[in-house]
């Protein structure tokens, strides 16, 4: 719990009333991580990878998207974390008190041992499906639904061969290959 939330992400988003661009602002960011503007069904309308590691300050033109619910998603090593805003007459406003953090899950895989884990600050329900795959055909080996939990910790031993492990939870789906 103490490393996912070292990973927690600082963000500022500052509008202004006589500015034509939105500016966001976070003050740490790693080379991998990933920005991205989405509509209110996900599409996504703006995607940039960070190339740099520190702070990361980029102004944005939002004032001509079309009326409608929008968010910036900043897409960490084990977590996503959203900032809506709303465009409404061409004039943005953020929609600070909606503001969420998702974690990613984690998988770890030692010899014929693969340990999972993630974090889920509302008890949110995780879906887990491990797959075999027997000469390119995927056979379903364990499926299993975690509820009420902050901490989810699972160790599942596997037998030699390639395996699909497929997570999901906040409406996302997470995929791990595993060779043993």
Do not use: C, W
């Amino acid at each position: 719990l103490t490393t996912v939330s070292g990973f927690a992400v600082e963000a500022k988003v500052l509008v202004k009333k006589d500015s034509k661009k939105t500016a966001l602002i976070l003050k740490e960011v790693k080379k991998g991580n990933q920005i991205s503007i989405k509509d209110a069904n996900g599409l996504i309308l703006y995607k940039e990878l960070i190339e740099t590691t520190g702070a990361y300050k980029k102004g944005f033109d939002l004032n001509q998207l079309p009326d409608g619910d929008y968010f910036f998603e900043v897409e960490k090593d084990l977590e996503i974390n959203t900032i809506p805003f709303t465009v409404n007459a061409n004039e943005v406003s953020l929609n600070k008190e909606n503001e969420e953090t998702f974690f990613k899950p984690y998988t770890r895989h030692e010899n014929d041992m693969v340990y999972l884990t993630k974090l889920s600050s509302k008890n949110e329900t995780i879906k887990i499906k491990v797959y075999a795959n027997h000469d390119n055909d995927l056979q379903l080996v364990h499926s299993e639904t975690v509820e009420d939990v902050k901490i989810m910790e699972r160790v599942y031993k596997l037998e030699t061969g390639n395996y699909k492990i497929v997570i999901n939870s906040n409406n996302k789906e997470y995929t791990t290959f595993i060779n043993n």
